[in-house]
Structures are given as C-alpha cells and as structure tokens.
C-alpha cells in the first residue's frame, strides 16, 4: 500500500494555504487527482489552488462543462469535474492531452475515472471533520509526488481509508 500524508486545515484559511503550498510545487504535466463527499470543498481547494497559479478569472466548477481552462497564470490550469461522466464517455474526450501538456490538472471526482489518470499523480481526499475544518489525505503516486509532501513536511496518515 502507497504511504499516505495528511493535513488538517482547521479553517477556510488552513484549506486555502494548503491549496497554496501544493501549487507552489506545481509544474508542467502535474495532475491532483481530487476526491470526497458533496460539500467537502473540493471546489473551494480547486480555486484557491488556481488563485495560488496566478489565475485571475473566476473559477467555478465545471460539472456541466466537464473542463474549463484558464490561462494567464504562471502555467495553464485545467479543471475538471467528472461526476457526471461515465468511463467510456471521459475516455472520448483525449484527456491524456491535458494530464501530459503544459499544464496542471485538477480533477475533483477522479476516482470516477481512475483508469484514465496518468500513472503518476497525487491523490487528494477531503474529508469534512467540522463546518469549516477538512482533513486531506494525500497519496503521492509517483516519486515527484512523494517530494511534495515530503517537502511541505506533511505527517504520515495512519488512519483508515479508501483509495483516495
């Protein structure tokens, strides 16, 4: 089983800096593979890790346009959002140009399509503990994603969990 990290954001503003601190590890090609309940804040997470890029254009989730992109920051962010899609319909769409381009993939609901993920990526559950605290379990798969969280010095997780 892959080692897993965890951070506890106390608050909107411990989400927000964690988001931060992971887009601050970002380059070309990186993929977070973003998963949890309805309401844990995976769209939250998505903007102010696109705001941490440089990102000035609002950003919403794109449940119903599956990708939106976003330009003018110090890389491209696309972000996708594929709960309503299928396997076979998200194979249709070619995202291996986006995990493998110019720039970074947030994918909220990417269990959903874990087939198709690039086989390295960090795997990102959030768990909501509080009204405004999240636990976020991080499964880095691939050894540039174990740097990160070893560089931003996150705990080992040693609770439970599934396939974040």
């Not at 989730?61 to 599956?66: A, E, K, M, N, R």
Request: charged share 25%; hydrophobic share 40%; with cysteine.
């Amino acid at each position: 089983m892959a080692k897993k990290y965890v951070c506890e954001a106390a608050s909107v503003q411990d989400t927000v800096a964690f988001a931060e601190a992971l887009a601050a590890q970002a380059g070309p090609g990186a993929v977070l593979a973003l998963d949890g309940d309805l309401g844990a804040g995976k769209t939250r997470f998505a903007q102010a890790f696109a705001a941490a890029l440089g990102v000035t254009d609002v950003v919403n989730s794109p449940t119903y346009t599956i990708i939106k992109e976003y330009e003018g920051g110090k890389l491209p962010f696309y972000h996708m959002d594929v709960y309503r899609l299928s396997l076979e319909e998200a194979d249709e769409l070619g995202l291996d140009e986006y995990f493998h381009g110019s720039g970074v993939t947030l994918v909220e609901w990417a269990s959903i399509i874990a087939p198709l993920l690039p086989e390295e990526r960090l795997r990102v559950r959030i768990e909501t503990t509080g009204p405004d605290s999240r636990r976020f379990v991080c499964e880095p798969v691939g050894a540039a994603y174990e740097r990160w969280c070893e560089k931003l010095a996150l705990p080992a997780y040693e609770g439970e969990g599934d396939d974040a």
